[in-house]
């Protein structure tokens, strides 16, 4: 049974910083792509980045510069460095694996 916990989310001030970590079991991590997905309340879900098997990455053009997305194979265990927060980064984070499965979401708050 593939599972996905995000983790790291919480209430941070305009311009601080956070790291979202997306743990992964029941599936062979290092074979599929890692993306991580925002939503804001009463808007749809978008990407904000993703990582392929090979490490490449790619960006939504809000995190670009902002965000860094990185994975460590050996622990299962995807990554989203937050830095230089706004408040429309504002939304709940999921991280999703091989295209098929979500985590629970985590909640990220941006506010002074």
């Known amino acids: 049974q593939v599972q996905l916990v995000e983790s790291g989310g919480g209430l941070v001030q305009p311009g601080g910083s956070l790291r979202l970590s997306c743990a992964a079991s029941?599936?062979?991590?290092?074979?599929?792509?890692v993306a991580w997905y925002r939503q804001a309340p009463g808007k749809e879900r978008e990407l904000v980045a993703s990582?392929?098997?090979?490490?490449?990455?790619n960006y939504a053009d809000s995190a670009k510069g902002r965000f860094t997305i990185s994975r460590d194979n050996a622990k299962n265990t995807a990554y989203l460095q937050m830095n230089s927060l706004k408040p429309e980064d504002t939304a709940v984070y999921y991280c999703?694996?091989?295209?098929?499965?979500w985590g629970q979401g985590t909640q990220v708050t941006v506010s002074s």
């Open positions: 999703r694996v091989a295209g098929n499965y």
């Open positions: 029941g599936l062979t991590f290092s074979r599929y792509t």
């Open positions: 990582t392929s098997t090979s490490s490449g990455t």
